[in-house]
């Protein structure tokens, strides 16, 4: 049976989620946080490692002024 590709972008969100809750997990561990910050605290950490390992998200682009548009 062969096995199904893996597609690579799901395996780096995967090992994101995965850094993600066991540095909350930790947090917990240690005394740090509190278990109902879990919510907030996990958003927060999870941004910030899917930041370092995919680079910050596009800056939007702005759109010209009305009296620029053709």
């Known amino acids: 049976m062969a096995s199904p590709k893996t597609n690579p972008k799901t395996n780096i969100d995967e090992q994101i989620l995965r850094a993600s809750k066991e540095i909350v997990v ?18 927060s950490i999870y941004r910030t490692v899917e930041e370092t390992v995919k680079g910050p998200p596009p800056e939007p682009q702005e759109e010209p002024p009305a009296e620029l548009k053709g």
């Open 26 to 43: 930790k947090f917990i561990e240690t005394g740090r946080v509190s278990p109902t910050a879990f919510p907030e605290l996990f958003q």
